[in-house]
């Protein structure tokens, strides 16, 4: 046992993508739901167990690499996890460990017939995928892993109750295939000019030989298909509809996972593969990524506002919420990063737990229509307050964590000189208040539209455990901000001075 | 440079342009399959044409070899055709499961029902 730990701990990065793809045959293979859940939590476990290695193992050695296979850097596949790295996993590992958790619950509103386990399968060839994204350091292992995880995601999707669960699934498909295709195209341009695949000697190369038309086209094709994968504004078309059919716990996880996931490569990418000379000085690439972002966050709160479906609106929300990350990444400065990588996490743990309140009072009422959740604040006191919580996190209330991020945000375009872009920020959270307060109008001072349950129905442990766990962090980072702060401050310098 | 020249990129826009016209334009569901796998072979002939030299034979270990083609695209789009497939596969299975819904994967004829939304009577 002694000399198995040491051993461990130099494949953790391969550990971490590894174990859920091998694992996840295995839900398939024994047949049984009970099992697959079973697997599927101490799988979730495992990964989180394995990402808080990697961040101890960090905190001694900023930078660490692995040659897959034993084949070293430029050749082989090489997974390299930092700072940022460790950051993302962590948030997405966080989020997975208590998505799962949620999924064990009885009542899934949304799931269609009892789920079979190939679902688990499917959830934890997603997560995989995910994983992968985050640690490899090869251009194309990104494309690969994009791949395994969007396949997976459509077969979510497609597993939700309502029919058009299926269209939706199907129109992600196709936006998700262009995306992940034009980034292939991108790919195939860059090895082109560079001959190489490895991002931190793509890096290199490019800096050395400077930039040309195909780097150029490289990069346009890149930014479009990252783009519908984040689901940046004018390319978010699939989201809302995803969102709104998948089964709930997949809207759990995927909101918290998925996007965040391909912001991650968009930051990869523009700072160490194309080198931010080049993106932000070269390329107007801080004036596409923030104008994109302010017609975002201005516009689709409106959206927001006049949607008649609970679910599909906290997911117009998501769309807005991924444009302030946006407009942070496109400021191209340290702070601005910063700004990106606090949001990215405070969004993942809010949005998370808000659609896990949202996910119990539809398996308690069989409804998400507005309209219907008349005075449900007093019938679900918990799930409602939560979402409350989240709410206000949402418009960035001062003690809130979406307060911090939007503050660090803030300071973020003052320091850039951009400083008019407070306004569309705060006319953004205003816009956001706007429409959390139609909820909390309708679902505590409305009277009740539905007849209450037969059995009140008691909230069981693996609803009200996740979403306590994410309410308290979400507080707990909100009143003393200093430590998450200090963790996505670090993370961009990282990026910025690799080595340094 | 002679004739070939870049007729292989030419090739690949047309396709990649077509393959996005039909994804965009077409409202049949399999159709837009199509599109999706016409655009995604545009992108594959990309890659093969950027690891061929002309003259260039197969990367062999042979004494009679001395120019031979970059392997390693090709390898890459082997893996990205296997990625292609799986993507038409996951597809058309939804597409069949559509059509069992509906009776119909004509995206026009889907949109035209009202949205029913299990409604629950007060």
Redesign the interface.
């Known amino acids: 046992m002694d000399s198995l730990i040491p051993a461990l701990e130099n494949h953790l990065p391969i550990l971490q993508v590894i174990v859920p793809l091998l694992i996840a045959p295995f839900c398939m293979i024994l047949g049984s739901r009970r099992l697959a859940r079973g697997i599927m939590v101490l799988t979730a476990g495992i990964m989180l167990a394995i990402t808080l290695g990697l961040a101890s193992l960090t905190l001694q050695q900023p930078v660490i690499t692995y040659d897959l296979g034993g084949w070293a850097a430029p050749w082989g596949i090489e997974y390299r996890v930092d700072m940022l790295t460790v950051f993302i996993l962590f948030t997405i590992n966080l989020v997975h460990m208590l998505a799962s958790v949620f999924c064990l619950g009885r009542q899934d509103g949304n799931l269609g017939t009892a789920a079979r386990p190939a679902f688990y399968t499917a959830w934890l060839l997603c997560i995989a995928g995910l994983n992968g994204m985050v640690v490899t350091n090869d251009a194309f292992n990104v494309f690969v892993f994009l791949e395994i995880s969007s396949l997976a995601t459509y077969t979510l999707i497609s597993c939700g109750r309502e029919p058009l669960a299926l269209l939706s699934a199907f129109r992600y498909l196709v936006a998700g295939a262009v995306g992940a295709t034009f980034i292939l195209l991108s790919i195939g341009l860059l090895y082109m000019q560079t001959g190489t695949l490895n991002i931190s000697d793509l890096s290199r190369v490019i800096a050395e030989r400077g930039s040309d038309r195909t780097i150029i086209l490289a990069l346009a094709f890149f930014i479009i298909g990252v783009g519908v994968k984040c689901a940046v504004f004018p390319l978010h078309d699939w989201l809302p509809n995803a969102y709104r059919f998948a089964p709930d716990s997949v809207t759990v996880l995927l909101s918290g996972t998925a996007t965040k996931v391909a912001l991650y490569v968009l930051i990869r990418f523009l700072h160490d593969l194309f080198g931010a000379d080049f993106g932000f000085a070269e390329m107007p690439l801080d004036m596409v990524l923030v104008v994109t972002a302010i017609f975002g966050l201005l516009l689709v709160p409106f959206i927001a506002l006049r949607e008649s479906n609970l679910k599909r609106m906290f997911a117009w929300s998501s769309v807005a919420q991924v444009s302030y990350i946006v407009m942070g990444i496109g400021l191209g400065t340290r702070l601005g990063i910063e700004a990106a990588l606090l949001h990215l996490f405070n969004h993942a743990i809010v949005k998370t737990a808000i659609f896990m309140a949202v996910g119990i009072i539809i398996a308690r009422t069989g409804t998400a229509r507005i309209r219907h959740l008349g005075g449900m604040a007093h019938r679900h006191r918990f799930a409602s307050c939560i979402m409350l919580f989240g709410g206000l996190s949402l418009i960035g209330l001062p003690g809130t964590v979406g307060f911090v991020s939007k503050w660090v945000l803030v300071t973020a375009v003052v320091d850039k000189g951009w400083w008019w872009l407070a306004i569309p920020i705060l006319a953004g959270s205003l816009a956001s208040a706007a429409y959390v307060w139609r909820i909390v109008e309708i679902m505590w001072t409305k009277p009740a539209v539905l007849k209450p349950e037969a059995p009140a129905a008691r909230l069981h442990w693996v609803e009200w455990l996740p979403l306590s766990v994410l309410a308290g962090l979400a507080l707990w980072f909100g009143l003393n901000a200093s430590l998450i702060t200090g963790l996505a401050s670090s993370a961009a310098l990282g990026l910025l001075n690799p080595g340094g | 440079m002679s004739f070939p020249g870049l007729l292989n990129y030419w090739v690949a826009l047309i396709l990649l342009v077509c393959g996005?016209i039909i994804?965009m334009d077409s409202r049949n569901?399999v159709k837009?399959?199509v599109g999706?796998g016409i655009?995604?072979s545009a992108?594959f002939l990309?890659?093969i044409t950027?690891g061929k030299k002309s003259d260039g034979s197969a990367p062999i270990l042979d004494a009679s070899v001395s120019v031979y083609s970059n392997p390693?695209?090709h390898v890459?789009i082997l893996?990205?055709i296997v990625?292609g497939v799986?993507?038409t596969a996951?597809?058309l299975a939804?597409?069949a499961?559509?059509r069992r819904?509906?009776g119909t994967i004509d995206?026009d004829e889907?949109d035209d029902r009202p949205?029913?939304?299990?409604?629950?009577v007060?």
């Not at chain 2, 949205?115 to 629950?120: D, L, M, Y």
Request: glycine letters at 2%; hydrophobic letters at 60%; zero cysteines.
């Open positions: 996005l994804v569901l837009k399959l999706l655009f995604q992108v990309v890659f950027l390693l695209p890459l893996t990205a990625v799986a993507t996951v597809g939804l597409v499961r559509i819904a509906y995206e889907i949205e029913v939304e299990p409604e629950i007060p």
